[in-house]
């Protein structure tokens, strides 16, 4: 075996900053697109609830508002398990497999590996949204478009990331890894379920109905289907405004890199 | 070798346990005060601010202490690193090693004390790329694979050791394919290794490298860090074999509950004829009550 001659002579020295955060944004994005389950609930779901809305009967989807109702409800869905589940259980796992303790102790630091995270969070979502935009304009999703709901729109996704990803990481930065993943997994079916994230609050009964619309994932849902339908509401901004600085607040009280 | 590190020269080669109570008492001392300050600002902050190539000691660490969970992991730990030796760290489980490496690496904040990395704080010693750390274990994504960790990790530097020549040199190349769970412990710890040297830092830490090798790869690694050695490259290992830090080590550490017992050269240490494995069951406790 003959082996190539090494210099190991010490030569340190730190890339340049941005060139480490994209090097840690890339990985963590090519991880997470070869994660089967990872993509399954970010692109595969949500496109069958499209396709879906398209060919079911339209009774049965009225109460969804039909495909011009479900289109911006699935754009918050997506949103919604990515930043927040996807987050929570990746950040889980890394935390338990000293990735973040490693990765801590190189030049990246703990605020280029945040940053990285970011960056890499943003590319995702941009990707769903592209994706799962064009996948239902072509099944005949027909959205308002007038600037100011999707600058209200726009502004609400931004905030729904940041909120939604600084509760996760929260969790993953306070619970073990599985206990992350279950609690991660369990959030995501309930607020999507109840979190007037793909109905809106108006058909939820009761007092339930009164309480919905402080909850962040009713906040962008409401927020992305008065973009679609051409209404500008700014008090589902100032809802997420709220749970983002609570959310980054806790994650930055709780979190611990080590497992 | 004539140069010492201060916090070494008391320990000299003799059991510390008789000192044990004036040391604590004057650590106990330093300790409120070293505590209202941020880490690496404290007043036991007594190495100047040398450039780092000047300064004699690459690592040193100076009356540690940290309670973790309502238990005392290091108590008073003082040690320091010759530039471009190889210090071996021995001791029990749960004496406070591996603590010991991830306060040099951040990981862990210290209660009390300092660390220096070649005169400089801990937080921008690791933000200058200087220090190379294997963790015990795992430290990498499970779904990676062994040359795209190696990349990601050559990528926050800025002149890595060429990716493809380090892993032909410890076998990773047959695993370019293979994510990093399916790997075994040893090939595992291969990936750890590399990605401890990719960066060409100053400092290593390698915590138990070649636990879970067979004496094959077990001796390719011992061959590399002799190079690295000699390429001026300082090394703190932590192993449980004996004859590791008899093959590598300049200099010894013994410690038990959190602090140093004696340390001193293989040979100094087994002066007066006891083998190493002698010294350390001298000087360390057992956790298993027989």
């Known amino acids: 075996m003959s082996a190539p001659t090494l210099d190991l002579s010490p030569a340190p020295g730190a890339a340049a900053a941005p060139s480490r955060v994209l090097r840690q944004a890339r990985t963590e994005f090519l991880l997470l697109v070869r994660n089967g389950e990872q993509l399954l609930l970010a692109l595969v779901v949500p496109l069958g609830v499209l396709l879906l809305a398209r060919v079911a009967p339209a009774d049965l989807t009225a109460r969804f508002g039909g495909l011009q109702g479900l289109a911006p409800s699935v754009l918050a869905l997506a949103v919604w398990s990515s930043a927040f589940t996807s987050t929570a259980i990746a950040t889980g796992f890394e935390r338990r497999y000293g990735v973040l303790e490693r990765l801590a102790s190189t030049p990246l630091g703990r605020s280029g590996l945040v940053l990285g995270k970011a960056v890499a969070l943003l590319w995702v979502v941009l990707a769903q949204l592209l994706v799962l935009g064009v996948a239902a304009l072509a099944l005949g999703w027909r959205p308002a478009g007038e600037p100011l709901p999707w600058l209200a729109g726009v502004a609400a996704v931004a905030l729904a990331v940041v909120c939604f990803a600084a509760w996760g990481l929260a969790l993953a930065g306070a619970l073990r890894a599985e206990v992350t993943l279950a609690v991660a997994n369990l959030v995501y079916l309930l607020l999507a379920a109840t979190g007037a994230l793909v109905l809106g609050p108006e058909n939820y009964p009761g007092v339930w109905g009164a309480v919905v619309p402080a909850l962040p994932t009713a906040a962008l849902g409401e927020s992305l289907r008065n973009a679609s339908a051409g209404v500008v509401d700014a008090s589902h901004l100032v809802v997420l405004l709220v749970w983002t600085l609570l959310g980054l607040l806790i994650a930055r009280r709780s979190f611990r890199w080590t497992a | ?290």
């Open chain 2, 1 to 290: 070798m004539g140069v010492v590190g201060p916090g070494i020269a008391a320990a000299a080669v003799q059991d510390r346990g008789g000192d044990v109570s004036t040391t604590a008492e004057d650590a106990a001392e330093v300790k409120g005060e070293a505590r209202s300050r941020p880490a690496g600002w404290g007043v036991l902050d007594y190495t100047p601010a040398v450039p780092s190539a000047s300064s004699p000691t690459a690592l040193e660490a100076v009356d540690l202490r940290l309670a973790l969970g309502g238990r005392t992991v290091l108590d008073g730990l003082t040690l320091a690193a010759e530039r471009g030796r190889t210090t071996a760290l021995l001791g029990p489980n749960g004496a406070g090693k591996t603590t010991f490496i991830r306060c040099c690496t951040g990981v862990l904040e210290p209660d009390a004390g300092t660390v220096r990395i070649g005169g400089q704080a801990v937080g921008r010693a690791l933000a200058g790329g200087r220090v190379g750390v294997m963790p015990q274990d795992s430290g990498a994504w499970s779904g990676i694979r062994p040359l795209e960790m190696l990349r990601h990790l050559a990528g926050l530097h800025a002149s890595p050791l060429p990716v493809d020549a380090l892993a032909e040199r410890l076998g990773l190349h047959e695993l370019a394919r293979t994510p990093y769970r399916r790997l075994s412990g040893g090939q595992k710890q291969a990936v750890n290794l590399a990605g401890a040297l990719v960066g060409r830092p100053e400092l290593v830490f390698l915590d138990e490298p070649t636990a879970g090798m067979d004496p094959h790869t077990r001796r390719a690694v011992w061959a590399l860090l002799r190079e690295l050695r000699a390429a001026g490259t300082t090394v703190l290992i932590t192993t449980h074999a004996m004859d590791e830090a008899a093959e590598l080590a300049d200099r010894v550490h013994i410690i038990d509950a959190g602090r140093v017992r004696v340390s001193g050269t293989v040979e100094e240490l087994a002066a007066d004829g006891r083998s190493l494995e002698q010294v350390f069951l001298d000087h360390t406790t057992s956790r298993i009550r027989p």
